[in-house]
T-cell receptor, first 111, second 117 residues
Framework: DAKTTQPNSMESNEEEPVHLPCNHS???????IHWYRQLPSQGPEYVIH???SNVNNRMASLAIAEDRKSSTLILHRATLRDAAVYYC????????????FGKGTKLTVNP | DSGVTQTPKHLITATGQRVTLRCSPR?????VYWYQQSLDQGLQFLIQ???????AKGNILERFSAQQFPDLHSELNLSSLELGDSALYFC????????????????FGPGTRLTVL
């Protein structure tokens, strides 16, 4: 499975935008980029996914670099409820199609 | 609430024992996944079932087994339990077995916390 690299932790203030980076320099053409987050004492929660183009949904935006070697999850206005561990995961189309979770980025949101 | 239910919430047992964890997927989801989350190993994929058939295997020990029943609920059986099996066990479900295709997401249950003493 292709690997991803994320910072161990990041901090943000409430109501400010947060940009969570992910490097995936060995990504292949058939790899989808998925983001999940895990709030304290809960199961992981799907956030967003994409292949090549930027994606938006009600939770976040996903900005994918032109060469696809990196991506950024954008939370437009962080709330205290966004404090969680965020995981960037690559899934290969037609491959084993399982979620391989790394260590993720622990996001702290300050009031 | 993801729509995925897991029972029991907590389980305390002794080494050498056997336990069964139960998962009911979201309505309409045919694919069920099991994950183990421990402090030192993080979230690890164990096994996937799709419509009753095993579809993918991860780091599942031979002492562990799972099955998916005709009503699509799934059970994870853990036997000859060791102290190191203490962990959170999550079940997830998805509509399609192919995560790379839309809609693409898995929905996770609240987990079962297993403590082996």
């Amino acid at each position: 499975d292709a690997k991803t690299t994320q910072p161990n932790s990041m901090e943000s203030n409430e109501e400010e935008p947060v940009h969570l980076p992910c490097n995936h320099s060995t990504i292949s053409g058939t790899d989808y980029i998925h983001w999940y987050r895990q709030l304290p004492s809960q199961g992981p929660e799907y956030v967003i996914h994409g292949l090549t183009s930027n994606v938006n949904n009600r939770m976040a935006s996903l900005a994918i670099a032109e060469d696809r070697k990196s991506s950024t999850l954008i939370l437009h206005r962080a709330t205290l409820r966004d404090a969680a561990v965020y995981y960037c995961i690559l899934i290969t189309q037609g491959g084993s199609e399982k979620l391989v979770f790394g260590k993720g980025t622990k996001l702290t949101v300050n009031p | 609430d993801s729509g995925v239910t897991q029972t029991p919430k907590h389980l305390i047992t002794a080494t050498g024992q056997r336990v069964t964890l139960r998962c009911s997927p979201r309505s309409g989801d045919l694919s069920v996944y099991w994950y183990q989350q421990s402090l030192d190993q993080g979230l690890q994929f164990l096994i996937q079932y799709y419509n009753g058939e095993e579809r993918a295997k991860g780091n599942i020990l031979e002492r562990f087994s799972a099955q998916q029943f005709p009503d699509l609920h799934s059970e994870l059986n853990l036997s000859s339990l060791e102290l190191g099996d203490s962990a959170l066990y999550f079940c997830a479900s998805s509509r399609s077995p192919w995560l790379a295709e839309p809609p693409g997401e898995q929905f996770f249950g609240p987990g079962t916390r297993l403590t082996v003493l």
